[in-house]
């Protein structure tokens, strides 16, 4: 079991940043691949970013790609998703998730979640 807890959401003017963070417990936070995703008002959940095991391999959607960066610090098992430069089109509940599977952007690979945190990017 692998516990996660998002944090560092708001509300932001457009061109501004944020910073999420997640942080999880349990079970040995190095072996999995981790994910950020997202989920705005009635459309489905929607692969972020992915950062393998040891942070060596990252994949990005296009829409974020040079604006978001995905990190994480196995000593302090959290990983972060850096946002810069938000658009009004990236208001969405973000949230994380962990994957046994080698770094995936496939939703149904994630078999943990956490509880999501909102952000919201006004014009």
């Known amino acids: 079991q692998v516990l996660l807890v998002e944090s560092g959401g708001g509300s932001v003017q457009a061109g501004g940043s944020l910073r999420l963070s997640c942080a999880a417990s349990?079970?040995?936070?190095?072996?999995?691949?981790m994910g950020w995703f997202r989920q705005a008002p009635g459309k489905e959940r929607e692969f972020v970013a992915a950062?393998?095991?040891?942070?060596?391999?990252?994949y990005y959607t296009d829409s974020v790609k040079g604006r978001f960066t995905i990190s994480r610090d196995n000593a302090r098992n959290t990983v972060y998703l850096q946002m810069n430069s938000l658009k009004s089109e990236d208001t969405a509940v973000y949230y994380c998730a962990a994957s046994l599977v080698l770094v995936t952007r496939n939703v149904d690979d994630y078999s943990y979640w956490g509880q999501g945190t909102q952000v919201t990017v006004s014009l």
């Open positions: 349990g079970r040995t936070f190095s072996g999995y691949t």
């Open positions: 950062i393998s095991r040891g942070g060596g391999t990252t």
